[in-house]
DNA sequence: CCGCCTCCTCTACAGCTGTAGTGGACTCTA
DNA sequence: TAGAGTCCACTACAGCTGTAGAGGAGGCGG
């Protein structure tokens, strides 16, 4: 499978943001991880900003990609299985997506101060919480929609803290957390 | 009141962090923002590890001095006190010392690939905890130590979203949110 | 008055960065 | 086969960065 090459870059940029942050994020830096001759990244994304704005469209590709599959599950959604799905997607989220994870911080951080891509991120977000929405509305909660955007911000903050904070919690306190936080929405 | 040199140019590097991010977090745009002149910043922090550190250290004493107030209170605590210490410290987090608050995420993410930053904003990490377990020990949770930490991260989520991300929630559903977490807290 | 020491500013410099442009290899069209 | 077009590797270059060091201003002890 010889992938696109602007593929191919935009996820050798989304390893290297997550190594290097946004200083060490530079045409070269990109080049070196995705194994391709110096300039081939300067090539195909001319600016530094335009570069971010692949990466960005390419981790919402993956997101979605990934979570595509909970959504489409059919009848109502009791506190437990909810509490499954949501423990799952914050494990994927610590572990095989770990560098999309902190690269999408990265992001979210550059984009207080860059217009075009915040414009795109909050494109990405809206979609992520219309997924939470979605997934409170299958359970019977009572405003689904604010109750969805405040449980992506609160799950957010669980996972920034495993990965760039203290990481204090384990496993069970995380699954604690959600179920707490999902039964509160649903009262 | 002529602050020390160090102390002025940590409070400079505090705001340029945060206006700019890592990639502009340089010597001389601290120098700017600082108003002194050029090479300044280079001669009290010789490297940019030693400014970061220093940053945070700064970050940390800013934080006790706000929040130090904050536990001296005495009694038993309710819900709804609780919900007005936390809003209050929540929107203080938002407003006042937003900079701060940016530059924060901004040295979390950096802490990943630097130990010796990683190791004081552990340190500085751990004291934000004790204050949440010493708050809810004051209100008589359940295991305050780890609904402590659970809930510093989620507040920490939302005001990642308020400030870098979609920012969706107005102050009435950050106060309804902090009800409901506290309220878990204390079941 | 002299010499010393501290605090600071200024300058030097090698290395890296963003971005643009040149030119070659390869592929398709006729 | 000739020519045009596309894709890409490489190079150029000005600007900025981290860090080190030289040197000067001003105060202090004698």
Redesign the interface.
Known sequence: MTTDRRTLIADAAITTLA?????G?THRAVDRDAGLPEGSTSYYFRTREALMVATLGRMAELDMAEAGPVPALGGVLGLDELTDIVTALIQRFLTTSRART?AR??L??????RPALRAR??EH??AI?AMGEHLLTAAGAPEPR?RG??L??????????Q????G??DEA?LR??CR??L??ALR
Do not use: C, K, N, P
Request: aromatic letters at 6%.
């Open positions: 190594a290097e942050g946004m200083r994020f902190l911080y990265e979210s951080l550059e984009s207080t101060r991120l909050l977000g809206a919480r604010r955007h405040t992506v911000a609160q799950i957010d903050g669980l996972v920034f803290d990965v760039a904070g203290a204090s919690l306190d604690a957390a707490d936080m039964a509160s």
